[in-house]
């Protein structure tokens, strides 16, 4: 069935590719459905031989909806050649390190193969500074990259180490030990992501390389960005380079959904690199997703106006509900708010707050993280199956000697097929638990005796291929041991068994919330203040132009019914706040 696009939708799709642009898409505007047409539209009437577009996002999820929305618009069997789908960090390393890696790295390859391999913090490599810093030890070459400003930046895995690393002076021999440690790395054939958009940066502003610039300009000379407002400043100085040398660029996003500060992202930044541009600006200013009454409660949050959403209701439908210690008390009523709904989903900051309605415990050790993964898994349950493969593979990981990929439930680098290890990792679970560790109500000592035994033999069955055997040659001779002062305690007694919900209550971060639909969303607030940035509600209304005031935004515009947030028991002042906003305190 044809869709029927809006005057707003349709003038980004008729919009010219021989201009920049910038679609600012409100939350629930449809801008995938929008982006998808838009690419397939110009697909059809491609004709310019080998050169292409290149469509990108920050996460190969995104990647794959995309490519499935534009699939519906084309002809079955049609090619994408010459053009690209893929995600930021893929385009750039294979478009512009990958084929000058001699040039940039001085890497002379292994055989034919001269290709960078990505390492990451926590992953095993020996290349290392001569001397030690802040007390903290000789620092290896993977655990700090040069931003786009020559400043080196510290990301060891630690958040401690790097706070202590990162606010170091440097003298000069510091910076010439450490860039000997990366120039020593870069030459084995090993870089970080960071390190990857250096070598892209060096490259795009080294005159020696212009006409290999001009060439890639003219292969890809229109360059759509989606969730635009992700984009670090390296990421924008790469596109100015590009820009600077011909291509058009579309900015496709919401500034007011930029919630990755951590990796240097500011909107401002977007929002300045497209005033200097001189983009054209459009806009998706109905949202298909909400009630108004949901539309206007974010609005208040970061400012943001003219927003049209769905019907307005009489009856409030953003409530706020107290808890007195622990969120998890609320379960009982979540289940009658959401009663009658399907897709209903507890949103928080991180992941503490969410492990709180899956287990007694605060922190898991790698132990525990196995013993959780078995007891949530459950193929029939698509976020139990999810949670219980990502710890399973936080789990494996752990015991690993290499770095693995992001976003592939910590798929080892190694492997080539994030498939065949998602299959890998649910296979082996399956297994785990059919052999006797979805007995809980052992011991630890016992259970610990029977997993290592277990956990052994993985890399020897049928469902193993070689290349993940090979990659898990570790867990060969894995040692593990029961949590401290608990060998005599029942596993299941430390785990908990959080109350059971007669209805689907999903759970995510923010962060992993960012983009969906919900039935029901009911975004967790911590009980203090001045934990992790943008986990308490004060914070969320104290600014509309903070990064916390972005998260309660991003949050609070995934429903279509009923927006709730979950705080600890309100003063009176602090109630009136909250109703000045759009909320009904229950």
Not at 190 to 205: P, V
Not at 240 to 263: K, S
Request: proline share 3%; glycine share 6%.
């Amino acid at each position: 069935m044809a869709i029927e696009f809006t005057g707003e939708q349709l003038e980004y799709i008729n919009s010219s590719i021989k201009e920049h642009v910038f679609l600012e898409a409100c939350p629930g505007s449809g801008k995938t459905e929008v982006v998808a047409a838009k690419v397939a539209q110009e697909l059809k009437s491609w004709n310019a031989g080998t050169t292409g577009i290149a469509v990108l996002s920050f996460s190969n999820s995104a990647t794959d909806e995309l490519t499935k929305r534009i699939s519906k618009y084309l002809s079955p069997g049609n090619s994408m050649y010459p053009h690209f789908l893929g995600t930021f960090d893929s385009f750039i390393y294979q478009n512009i390190v990958n084929p000058l890696a001699t040039e940039l790295t001085g890497f002379a390859g292994d055989g034919n193969d001269s290709s960078i391999r990505i390492v990451e913090p926590s992953g095993h490599l020996g290349y290392q500074t001569q001397y030690q810093y802040g007390g903290r030890g000789k620092v290896f070459a993977h655990q700090f990259s040069f931003n786009g400003s020559n400043e080196i930046i510290f990301e060891t895995g630690d958040s401690v180490k790097n706070r202590t690393l990162n606010a170091l002076a440097l003298e000069g021999w510091q910076e010439r030990d450490l860039l000997k440690a990366k120039i020593k790395m870069l030459e084995g054939g090993f870089a970080t992501y960071r390190d990857i958009e250096y070598l892209a940066l060096n490259a795009l502003s080294d005159d020696n390389l212009k006409h290999f610039v001009g060439l890639l300009v003219k292969r890809y000379p229109l360059i759509i960005i989606d969730e635009c407002q992700d984009l670090s400043e390296e990421q924008l100085a790469i596109l100015q380079a590009l820009a600077d040398n011909g291509a058009q660029l579309h900015f496709i996003g919401d500034l007011h959904q930029a919630i990755y500060g951590f990796r240097d992202v500011e909107p401002d930044k977007v929002k300045q690199f497209v005033k200097t541009n001189k983009f054209t600006s459009l806009k998706l200013s109905r949202n298909f997703r909400s009630c108004q009454n949901i539309v206007n409660l974010c609005s208040m949050i970061t400012g943001r106006d003219n927003i049209t959403g769905n019907i307005s209701w009489l009856e409030p439908r953003c409530l706020v509900i107290q808890y007195d210690k622990c969120p998890t008390e609320l379960i009982k009523t979540f289940e009658e708010r959401c009663n009658g709904f399907k897709h209903n989903v507890i949103v928080s900051r991180g992941h503490s707050i969410l492990r709180k309605f899956q287990t007694s415990a605060t922190k898991l050790n790698n132990i525990q993280q196995l013993a959780l993964a078995i007891k949530q898994f459950n193929p029939n349950n698509m976020e139990a199956l999810n949670n219980s493969l990502e710890l399973f593979s936080e789990f494996i990981r752990y015991h690993l000697k290499e770095s693995c990929k992001p976003r592939s439930f910590n798929c080892p680098q190694s492997v080539d097929s994030n498939l065949a290890w998602r299959r890998f990792l649910c296979k082996s679970l399956e297994y785990l638990s059919e052999h006797g560790l979805q007995d809980m109500k052992t011991s630890w000592s016992d259970w610990v005796k029977l997993s290592k035994t277990l956990v052994r033999t993985l890399i020897n069955l049928d469902f193993c291929t070689e290349a993940i055997s090979t990659a898990l040659t570790p867990l060969n001779k894995v040692n593990l041991t029961s949590p401290v002062g608990l060998a005599k305690k029942e596993v299941i007694s430390f785990l908990g068994s959080t109350a059971k919900t007669t209805i689907s209550l999903s759970k995510s971060t923010i962060h992993g919330a960012k983009g969906e639909t919900h039935d029901v969303t009911i975004v967790v607030s911590t009980a203090k203040s001045g934990g992790q940035p943008g986990s308490h509600w004060v914070s969320w209304l104290s600014d509309p132009e903070s990064e916390a005031a972005r998260f309660a935004y991003v949050a609070s515009s995934r429903p279509q019914h009923y927006l709730i947030w979950a705080v600890k028991k309100l003063k009176a002042k602090e109630k009136e706040e909250l109703e000045k906003v759009g909320f009904k305190v229950v």
